[in-house]
T-cell receptor
Framework: GEDVEQSLFLSVREGDSSVINCTYT??????LYWYKQEPGAGLQLLTYIFSNMDMKQDQRLTVLLNKKDKHLSLRIADTQTGDSAIYFC??????????????FGTGTQLKVEL | DARVTQTPRHKVTEMGQEVTMRCQPILGHNTVFWYRQTMMQGLELLAY????????DSGMPKDRFSAEMPDATLATLKIQPSEPRDSAVYFC????????????????FGEGSRLTVL
C-alpha cells in the first residue's frame, strides 16, 4: 500500500531557509502535495507538483521532486515566524479513474526561532 | 467565503457514551473525507464518500464507528460506544472529483472536532 514518510521536527532561525523532506512509495500518483497545518486549524493546501515535473517555484516556496528516488522536498526561503506550523507531504490525486484519496505523511513540525 | 464547517469544535465525554460529529462540506463538492489525527498515528483516513456513497471505510473500526451522508450538505461520524483511545481530533475534508474521475487532490479541511473520552 501507499506509505509516506517525513521527519518529525525541524528547527530553523528566522531568515534562514527551511528544507522539509518526504519519501513516498506509490509511483503512480499523478500529483504530490504539501499541506500546512497551523495550530488549532485544519490542513490547508500549500502547493502541489505534477508528477512529470521535477521542480516548481512559487514565491518563497520551491518544491523538488526526484521521481527515481521517490523523494519530495519543500524549501521555504527566508523563513518567518509565521511559517511555524506542521507541514504534511501527501501523495495521490488522479487525472482519471479511481483512487481519489490522498495518503498523508506523519507531518513535520517546523519551529522558527528568532 | 466557502469553507467546511464541523461541529462540535470540542467534545468531552465519558467512556461508553455515544458521540456524533457533523460536517457540512463546501457546496458543490462531491467527495467527503473523514480523517483522525493523533500524536502517535498522525493523520489517518477513516472513510470517504463520493456523491454520498461510501467508497472506502476500511480505516474505521466497524464495531463502534459509523459514517453516513444523509444528504449532500451533511456528513456524520458516529462513535458508539466511545472509548478513551478514540480521543483525537477528527477532521472532515471535501473536494471535487470531476466527471471521468479526474481529481487534483485539493482538499478543503474543516477546523476539526477535538474529542476527549474520559
Amino acid at each position: 500500500g501507499e506509505d509516506v514518510e517525513q521527519s518529525l521536527f525541524l528547527s530553523v532561525r528566522e531568515g534562514d531557509s527551511s528544507v522539509i523532506n518526504c519519501t513516498y512509495t506509490d509511483s503512480s500518483s499523478t500529483y504530490l502535495y504539501w499541506y500546512k497545518q497551523e495550530p488549532g486549524a485544519g490542513l490547508q493546501l500549500l502547493t502541489y507538483i505534477f508528477s512529470n515535473m521535477d521542480m516548481k517555484q512559487d514565491q518563497r516556496l520551491t518544491v523538488l521532486l526526484n521521481k527515481k528516488d521517490k523523494h519530495l522536498s519543500l524549501r521555504i526561503a527566508d523563513t518567518q515566524t509565521g511559517d511555524s506550523a506542521i507541514y504534511f507531504c501527501a501523495e495521490g490525486g488522479r487525472l482519471t479513474g479511481g483512487g481519489n484519496k490522498l495518503t498523508f505523511g506523519t507531518g513535520t513540525q517546523l519551529k522558527v526561532e528568532l | 467565503d466557502a469553507r467546511v464547517t464541523q461541529t462540535p469544535r470540542h467534545k468531552v465525554t465519558e467512556m461508553g457514551q455515544e458521540v456524533t460529529m457533523r460536517c457540512q462540506p463546501i457546496l458543490g463538492h462531491n467527495t467527503v473525507f473523514w480523517y483522525r489525527q493523533t500524536m502517535m498515528q498522525g493523520l489517518e483516513l477513516l472513510a470517504y464518500f463520493r456523491n454520498r456513497a461510501p467508497l472506502d471505510d476500511s480505516g474505521m473500526p466497524k464495531d463502534r464507528f459509523s459514517a453516513e451522508m444523509p444528504d449532500a450538505t451533511l456528513a456524520t461520524l458516529k462513535i458508539q460506544p466511545s472509548e478513551p483511545r478514540d480521543s483525537a481530533v477528527y477532521f472532515c475534508a471535501s473536494g471535487l472529483v470531476l466527471s471521468g474521475g479526474a481529481f487534483t487532490g485539493e482538499l478543503f479541511f474543516g477546523e476539526g472536532s477535538r474529542l476527549t473520552v474520559l
